[in-house]
């Protein structure tokens, strides 16, 4: 059977990473792109992708692509797919664009036409067509229309991939599960060295390395759009997840030592509910403290952390300036011969640390354009803190 393309989303910087899980999945011809990766497989390689995919967003199934010049080509092109492989007509559609350099120039209008021509289609064949629901569809449609070329794809995953299901109250600035997976995969951990987060907040670097530690699957606890599909091989799909649910459970016993600390009270109590929804009750240690008095039980080898930074920094910040110090004096202290990894949405915050980087990987966190930097710590002598 010929190969299926595909296009899996992911965080701004994090290409690389994903390019390397998908090799590792068993993808073909994986090629990056800015924001994801495409690449080649059988309908279970799509599966395994939002079952196994830590640093993903999003996977689409390409359907259909070709030259588009103006409406009735767009029509025409959406017309050739077979929509009733997708959906029934009792299920939900919902159709998004992105328009670049083409004949419309906005995105509403192409996603329009590509609606109209799939309830068509359904119309004239079952004398019924599918409604359209904006929040969870069943099957939701991208068009990517750029200059003449349109590429129509389906979305496989439904729900971003970053919503794992053990996560239910949001804390105040909680990282993207997906990008803080990504992150860890970026860093050397050997998945069995103690891992400390010392600004934990809700945890989601400690649950995630957790996940990772234990080949826990990051989609094994929720549920994915290619299993309403008309055409889903759910025999297929059934023997990936209880290969995943198999794995799991034997890795469960290599949780390696990890360590949190906050000093929001509040924070912690989201991180305890989502550690126990993730089933990873007594698995993680949390304190709660400031970062200056935290002595961590196990000396980490490994450190992970997502301060606090405001884009600016105004005199009013030198609350966030000691928070950054005392981070720093923290990983001197307590962490001698440690690599510690410091996401940083502000160069002159990062310089309170007084350590010197020797590695800074270009990162978004949302909006912001970060830094993800690594410290030896204790390898190099501190370097000359012009704020100390
Ligand atoms: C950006 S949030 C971290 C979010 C976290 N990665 C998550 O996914 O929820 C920064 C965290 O640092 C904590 N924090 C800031 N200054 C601190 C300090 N001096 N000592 C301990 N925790 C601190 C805040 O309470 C907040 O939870």
């Known amino acids: ?5 595909y296009y899996a989303a992911c965080t701004l910087g994090l290409e690389q990473v994903l390019h390397d899980e998908l090799v590792a999945l068993g993808a073909g011809s994986v090629q990056t792109r800015r924001g994801g990766c495409e690449f080649f497989g059988d309908l ?3 599966y395994a992708a939002c079952l196994w995919l830590r640093s993903a967003v999003r996977v689409q199934e390409e359907l259909f692509r070709g030259r588009v010049r103006h409406r009735d080509d767009l029509y025409g092109l959406t017309r ?11 299920q939900t559609l919902a159709v998004d664009a992105s328009v670049r350099d083409s004949f419309a120039n906005d995105t509403r209008f192409p996603a329009l036409v590509v609606k109209d021509a799939i309830c068509d289609q359904f119309r004239e064949q079952k004398d019924k067509r599918p409604d359209v629901e904006r929040e969870r569809p069943d099957l939701l449609v991208k068009l990517v229309l750029h200059a003449d070329q349109a590429i129509l794809y389906r979305d496989l995953s439904g729900e971003p991939l970053h919503k794992r299901g053990y996560r239910a109250i949001l804390h105040k600035s909680p990282l993207n599960e997906a990008l803080a997976a990504g992150l860890l995969l970026a860093t050397d951990w050997d998945r069995q060295e103690p891992l400390c987060d010392p600004m934990c907040g809700s945890a989601t670097f400690l649950v995630e390395a957790a996940f990772l530690a234990t080949d826990r699957a990051p989609g094994l606890a929720r549920s994915f759009s290619f299993e309403r599909f008309v055409d889903a091989d759910l025999a297929a799909w059934r023997r990936l997840y209880d290969d995943a649910e198999a794995r799991a459970v034997a890795g469960a016993a290599r949780c390696p030592q990890l360590l949190g600390n906050d000093r929001h009270a509040g924070a912690l109590s989201i991180a305890e509910i989502a550690i126990a929804a993730a089933g990873l009750k007594g698995k993680i240690r949390l304190q709660e403290g400031d970062v200056a ?6 000396a980490p080898k490994v450190v992970v952390v997502n301060p606090p930074y405001g884009e600016r920094l105004d005199a009013k910040d030198e609350e966030l300036i000691a928070d950054w110090r005392a981070l720093g004096n923290f990983l001197h202290a307590q962490c001698q011969g440690a690599r510690a990894y410091v996401l940083s949405g502000n160069a002159e915050l990062t310089r309170h640390l007084g350590l010197r980087a ?6 978004h966190n949302g909006p912001i354009e970060c830094r993800w930097i690594r410290y030896e710590v204790g390898q190099v002598s501190r370097s000359a803190d012009p704020a100390s």
């Not at 059977?1 to 393309?5: E, I, L, N, S, V």
């Not at 008095?293 to 196990?298: D, H, L, Q």
């Not at 020797?358 to 990162?363: A, G, M, S």
Request: aromatic letters at 6%; hydrophobic letters at 45%.
């Open 358 to 363: 020797d590695r800074k990987l270009p990162v």
């Open 293 to 298: 008095a935290f002595a961590p039980a196990v």
């Open 80 to 90: 050739s797919v077979d929509w009733s492989r997708s959906i029934t007509t009792l």
């Open 44 to 46: 279970a390689i799509g």
């Open 1 to 5: 059977m010929k190969d299926r393309r």
